[in-house]
């Protein structure tokens, strides 16, 4: 019984945050997919197809390890997407949710190939740390979670390269409020760049601002931030990445 209501509990989590997502925009029509872990180490996760914001618990799937739903007759289907979600689950034992979504801002750096690793904000440097940009993978197949399988061990929160953003976390508030702090600042950055002025942390203002984190025991992973680099140097590194070959690709 208490299993159960730990499992209703969830899907509830699920169903709001899937409905923030869409009334934020940070999602459309059937875009998105969010998992979390279960008590009895089972996934329950969206269904493919429907939107997010408009969820009913028995939409929601539960499903093993291996990818399979434990319900053999539920008319919903698993997200193909939930590969990269079974990733995450393998690769780090500490994450309990996993958010995935398309915030427009995020997804133009993703687009631009322009990774979010400059240390701006105070509660991003905290948070999040440098974002880093996965490589394009086709989305729907074995491409994806191998994409992210460079970053997942240092990273809570990951670029996906021309599709969006995954957070991952300790809960599913925990995730999406990675999301929300991504997005947020995605939007002040493309801002500052746009009014040509970026001023980064410097590297004793980042220490002060790490020693916090420690005093707050915040858990996950997160990779050092670039500190001290002026306007014009952050904007030379952006030109810089946009104008990068894609991985694999040539540069003529």
């Not at 999406?176 to 997005?183: G, I, R, V, W």
Request: one cysteine or more; charged letters at 20%.
């Amino acid at each position: 019984m208490q299993r159960m209501q730990t499992d209703q509990k969830l899907k509830k989590e699920i169903i709001e945050i899937g409905y923030r997502m869409w009334l934020r925009g940070f999602i459309a029509a059937n875009d998105g997919n969010i998992s979390a872990l279960t008590a009895g180490g089972k996934i329950i996760t969206t269904p493919t197809g429907v939107s997010k914001g408009f969820m009913q618990p028995e939409m929601l799937l539960l499903v093993n390890r291996e990818g399979l739903p434990v319900r053999k007759n539920n008319p919903y289907r698993i997200s193909s997407e939930f590969k990269m979600h079974l990733e995450v689950y393998n690769q780090r034992k500490d994450v309990m949710a996993v958010v995935h979504a398309h915030p427009p801002y995020c997804t133009a750096f993703s687009v631009a190939g322009i990774a979010l690793d400059h240390c701006v904000l105070p509660e991003a440097v905290v948070s999040l740390g440098a974002i880093p940009v996965a490589e394009y993978a086709t989305p729907s197949t074995e491409e994806i979670p191998l994409s992210i399988r460079p970053h997942i061990q240092n990273s809570d929160v990951i670029l996906l390269q021309n599709h969006g953003l995954l957070c991952v976390g300790k809960s599913l508030q925990d995730a999406y409020f990675k999301l929300e702090t991504a997005e947020h600042s995605a939007k002040i950055m493309y801002l500052s760049m746009n009014l040509g002025n970026v001023q980064t942390l410097n590297e004793e203002q980042v220490d002060k601002l790490m020693q916090l984190r420690s005093g707050y025991g915040m858990s996950g992973k997160i990779t050092s931030c670039k500190t001290g680099l002026g306007t014009e140097q952050v904007i030379r590194e952006t030109i810089e990445e946009i104008k990068k070959p894609p991985a694999g690709g040539s540069d003529k």
